[in-house]
Every structure is written in C-alpha cells, then in structure tokens.
C-alpha cells in the first residue's frame, strides 16, 4: 500500500525525535544500573521493558521507512506493531508509577482506579492499532475508540500527578530535610507528569479537530519515547537528592520505609541540631 508523503514525512520525523530520545533512554539506563545495582529485580525488569520496547518501536518506524525508499511502497503491516509498541510503552511506565502510588498511599481504590484506566488504555489503544491492518472493521465506532485511548492516556497522567503529589506530602514528617526531600519529589513528578500528559492532550487536540493526520505519528512517538525518559529521570532524582542531602550514610532513614508509613521518632543521636532528619531516598533491597 502506498502511503502519502505526509505520512511518511511525520514518521520520519518522529523516527529522528525518538531516536534522540532513545540513545538518551539508553545512558540514563546505563548509568541507572551502575548506580543503583541493589535495586529490586521487578524494579529492573519494569525499568528495562519500555526501553526494549521503545528500540523494537524505532526498528519498526526504520522498516517502514526503508521500504518505502528503496521499494516506493510501506507494508500497512509495519504500522500496527509500532503504534502497539508506543501503547505498551506508555503503559508500563504508567504500571511503574500505579506502584509508587500504591506504596505512598496504600488505598486500593487508588491502585484500582489507574489500573482500569490503565486496562481500558491498553484495549482501546490495542483495538487503534489493529484498526490501521483492518480499516474495513473499524470505520466507525474508530473514532470513539481513538478519543476514549488518547483521553485515557491524559487522564492517566493528570491522575498520577495528582496522587503522586498527595502521596508525598502525606508523608510530610515536620523534619526539615525529610520534608524538602519530599517537596523535591513531588516537584520532579508534577513537571515531568505535565510533560508527558500536554503531549497527550495535544494528540487528542489534534485528533478531535482533523482526525487522524500525519501529526499524530510525530506526536505519539515522542510520547512514548518522553515516557521512558520521564520514568528514568525520576529514578535518577535519588542521585541529586543524595548528594544535596546525605553527607555521609550515617543515621540514614530508607525513603521506602517512609513510604511504608513507618514514621518513627529518631534518637537524639539520630537528629542533627537543626531538627532535620538525614534520609536516603534509595530504593535498595532492605537487609535484615
């Protein structure tokens, strides 16, 4: 099938862009394994999934390209697993962030919520791509199909801000570091939510106004790439943090277990004269 010019100029302009953001994804998982190397196993394998994910989505977007090059023609076929990627990709970093807020908060209602939001993105985001392989089934329940996936996917973000951000600032304990740690967190969360939820409604904009356009494809791999750079630059905030924060490891509280609620006063000696509480905002394996 011979796509248009557009098209293919939208795809390889978005195949440039996450391309970029895929060498960047990639030191920022380097250098993640070299720094945190006691981080849980799960942790690892939901850090590395959208990467893989993200470098099949890039092989995907070249195949296409490629054909259409040398051959004049793009394989319809090519379209539906990079656009199925991008949908994975979004999706577990939205997994990883349910399980912060799952930890920060412990309401299950919560955790249920983003997880049939979550559910419903990945039906309907799966239903979209395999539109694009059979048209002649979707023509018309499509568009409610596109806006509830792209609508999903802002709301998601908005949602996960909002409760990382409560979250955090249920854990306030009235010590001076512990609390600028948190502010810290909830700050990198709410920017880097706001980046990834604007790009989302920007799509849904798009899509609304003219339906499905050559923009999209720009804008939906960005996103997906935005959402791994997003996930591996929250996990990297525990480096600044520490070096701002955390002179030495001694009297050192693991943020995880401020998370899992345990608000324990310290010892005299465990306070430094000011009041603060020196924390470490590591997510390691605890040692008993």
């Known amino acids: 099938m011979l796509l248009p010019p557009s098209y293919i100029g ?3 302009l978005g195949a440039i862009l996450g391309s970029y953001l895929f060498g ?3 030191v920022q998982l380097f250098l993640y394994n070299s720094r945190f190397p006691k981080d849980l196993g799960v942790l690892k394998v939901l850090v590395v999934s959208p990467w893989l994910l993200q470098g099949v989505q890039i092989g995907f977007i070249t195949a296409s390209m490629y054909f259409y090059v040398t051959k004049h023609d793009s394989p319809l076929w090519l379209s539906v697993p990079y656009e199925l990627t991008g949908v994975l990709v979004s999706a577990l970093v939205q997994i990883f962030y349910t ?3 799952r930890q920060l908060t412990d309401n299950i209602y919560i955790t249920f919520i983003l997880g049939t939001l979550i559910v419903s993105k990945l039906v309907n985001g799966t239903l979209v791509a395999t539109a694009l ?3 002649m089934y979707f023509r ?5 199909i596109a806006k509830a996936w792209m609508a999903s996917d802002v709301s998601l973000d908005i949602l996960i801000v909002l409760f990382l951000s409560l979250g955090l600032y249920r854990h306030r304990t009235g010590f001076q570091r512990t609390d600028v740690i948190i502010n810290r967190l909830a700050w990198y969360a709410l920017h880097t939510g706001l980046v990834t939820s604007t790009l989302c409604l920007a799509n849904l904009i798009v899509y609304s106004v003219k339906g499905i356009t050559a923009s999209n494809n720009t804008l939906s791999i960005v996103t997906g790439g935005l959402y791994v750079v997003a996930m591996l630059a929250n996990l990297h905030t525990r480096t600044r943090l520490g070096k701002m924060f955390r002179p030495d490891h001694s ?8 998370v899992r609620g345990n608000r324990s006063t310290p010892s005299a000696s465990g306070s430094n004269q000011d009041g603060s509480l020196p924390v470490s905002v590591g997510w390691e394996r605890d040692v008993t």
């Open 251 to 258: 009297n050192a509280i693991n943020l995880p277990t401020l």
């Open 133 to 135: 392989y059979f048209p």
């Open 140 to 144: 018309k329940p499509l568009d409610a």
């Open 10 to 12: 939208t795809l390889l």
């Open 99 to 101: 399980q912060r807020i």
């Open 24 to 26: 960047i994804t990639t």
